[in-house]
């Protein structure tokens, strides 16, 4: 009998989801345009509605493979899983969650602070353990990056707003300057 | 021919102009190369400062960095799948995993090759027919032939890079809505932007591209590392032979044509060349499938069309005072720093500086090919640095160019959502090509849409009155017929071998 994966699942139901929503919210611009018949949500809709159909041939297509995968699965009993150790996972949702929290500390502390501490951070995180490495790698990107923006371009980068990291990106934008 | 011998004299003949030009080309190369940065942070850092140059050197300067940036940005998009500029994210789609399969030399050679000729033969034709081209254009293409060409574009992109039809138009569709986001382009009202005010101008998708490309590749990449499954690309300078380019010069001439009437569309030029011209590439080829999977012919399609539509872009901008993006919009604000209103009176008022323009992008186009090559031998030696140190730089990069281009660091943190969201659509199948053609072309097709029904009386038959449009339409929707017929085709021809193996 065919059925659909847990992942496959979850997809549909992302994309109905997502397709309902935006339709439910469309509501708050669907008003009358005086120039223009199809006014503000006629647009959005056309695209909510095709995202619907084609989320339902993605269903009906996966449920046809999930037919010929059944039958293969009586011919070939085990299947080999790749295994997922824990510890890699967590690495690798630390791998794409140290940006985000880097991201969003620039506005408080500041590029000028945040920058040397995230490259070390993010070269330990992917396995560098060699001190000099760990040194040498953060202030020579560091440095390139304040040579080509802030000395050459004059690229106004976050300063944070406080203290005492502020004080910190100001005292190093005059030693630069 | 007089005058573009009279416009190469006063070029070279000046020391002042020679050194501009100089200037200006390795600047182009060098910012568009660049990481983070493209020709646009070079020309609105020299924008104040133009006013000391005469006219005609200022102009010629911008026409310059126009030409050598949007090759530049080809550069990164093979090496590390960061597009310099929107123009080059095709070439991303093939170049990259040329790298990965250590063709890089190869890749970089055909972006060197095919931007010098795209871009040489787009100058050639607009010394040739500047004024007849601009007088067809803006009498045959309007809004709905503009849209005609955004659908049928959408329909093309559908079918590349998705692992089913279905996840190719969901990318596509996903990559509109996200367009939709901001103002509507009529009536100017407030649409999904949850009363926040960084919404109402929209996502900006230069944080959004760089996240699509550079920060998901980044977390790709990393992800083997920590799998143990990561494979560094191996360096290689084999440039691509005589005889491989001879078997693509039909896609070479094709993305010429394509490239050059793309880009004489003012406010879409380049960006729809390269993609028109890499769709175009697939729906040609006997094995699209392959396309996205390090396809030579994908990186000399994109390549070769948005070099083609530099010169076109200075058509509508000379003969009509219309910007075709964002750098020639820039080029205006030169042209009035000095006094001078770009358009039609401009050929008469101020012949020689437009043919001054005309020979420094001839030559820039020509000194291309032999600066690309150099930089080709200097810039692929960066994949020799262990990626685990390339990650952060890539990613700082990134984040500096996301927070230049309007100073908020929530662009930065939307490139590392957008970056998120694109590492786990790859995983499940999606096309992150397909959601940028998507956000690109989704406020370009919409507005032209809503411009066209108000033309046509909300009369849809009467698209198929216009033959361009018509024709265009029709196209798009027999791609979209051919390939749904084909996909569940695909699949039941697949249901039926297992039952009959069974």
Known sequence: MARLSRSQILEAAFWIGFAALAYVFSYNFDREIEIYRFGASGWPRVVILLIALAAVCQILQSLRESRRNARRAVVQITETVPERKLEDSLRITAVLGLPVLYAALLDISGFYFTTPIFIAAYLWLNGERRLPWLIGVPVFIYAVLLTVFTKLLYIGLPTGYVRPFYDFSNWLLVLIK | ?502
């Open chain 2, 1 to 502: 021919m007089e005058d573009f011998l009279q416009g190469t004299l006063t070029l070279f003949g000046n020391p002042t102009s020679v050194m501009i030009f100089v200037g200006g080309l390795l600047g182009g190369m060098l910012f568009g190369a660049v990481p983070g940065i493209s020709m646009l942070t070079l020309a609105a850092i020299i924008l104040p400062f133009t006013g000391n140059l005469t006219a005609s050197d200022a102009i010629m300067l911008y026409s310059v960095i126009y030409c050598a940036g949007v090759f530049g940005g080809a550069i990164t998009a093979i090496l590390f799948n960061i597009p310099g500029a929107p123009e080059n994210a095709p070439t991303a789609f093939d170049g990259y995993p040329m790298t990965c399969k250590g063709q890089a030399g190869k890749a970089v050679g055909a972006a060197v090759l095919c931007s010098a000729f795209g871009g040489t033969c787009s100058a050639l034709l607009m010394m040739a027919a500047t004024a007849t081209i601009a007088d067809w254009a803006i009498s045959a293409l309007g809004p709905p032939e503009i849209f005609a060409l955004v659908f049928f574009g959408l329909a093309v992109a559908s079918s590349v890079g998705a692992s089913t039809l279905w996840k190719g138009w969901l990318s596509v569709l996903l990559g509109l809505m996200v367009a939709t986001v901001g103002m509507d382009p009529v009536g100017g009202l407030r649409r999904y932007d949850f009363g926040f005010t960084y919404l109402l101008a929209g996502i900006h998708f230069i944080p959004t591209i760089l996240g699509f490309f550079a920060v998901s590749e980044v977390f790709v990449q990393l992800e083997k590392r920590v799998r143990g499954t990561y494979e560094a690309p191996k360096v290689n300078l084999d440039f691509p032979s005589f005889l491989e380019f001879w078997k693509l010069k039909l896609a070479v001439v094709r993305s010429v044509v394509i490239g050059f009437f793309a880009g004489i569309l003012p406010g879409i030029g380049a960006v729809l060349a390269a993609f028109m011209g890499y769709n175009e590439a697939v729906r040609w080829s006997k094995t699209p499938e392959k396309f996205g999977t390090g396809e030579l012919e994908g990186v000399v399609s994109s390549e070769t069309a948005n070099n083609a539509a530099t010169g076109a872009a200075m058509i509508p901008l000379l003969a009509l005072g219309l910007p075709g993006g964002a750098l020639t919009a820039m080029m205006i604000g030169v042209f009035q720093i000095h006094g001078i209103e770009a358009g039609p009176l401009v050929f008469i008022n101020s012949k020689d500086l437009v043919w001054v323009v005309f020979s420094a992008m001839f030559f820039a186009n020509i000194s291309i090919f032999f600066l690309g090559w150099l930089q080709t031998k200097t810039v692929v030696h960066l994949l020799r640095v262990p990626f685990h140190f390339l990650a952060p730089a890539i990613l700082l990069f990134g984040s500096v160019g996301a927070y230049a281009v309007r100073g908020l660091a929530l662009d930065v943190l939307v490139m590392f959502a957008a970056g998120i969201l694109a590492f786990f659509l790859r995983r499940s199948g999606y096309s992150v090509a397909g959601i940028v053609l998507g956000l690109i072309l989704g406020k370009i097709g919409e507005q032209n849409f809503a411009q066209a029904m108000q033309m046509v009386h909300y009369d849809p038959v009467a698209f198929m009155g216009r033959p361009i449009a018509a024709l265009l339409l029709v196209g798009g929707a027999l791609t979209i017929a051919v390939n749904v017929v084909k996909a569940f085709r695909g699949t039941r021809a697949s249901v039926d071998d297992e039952t009959a193996e069974a």
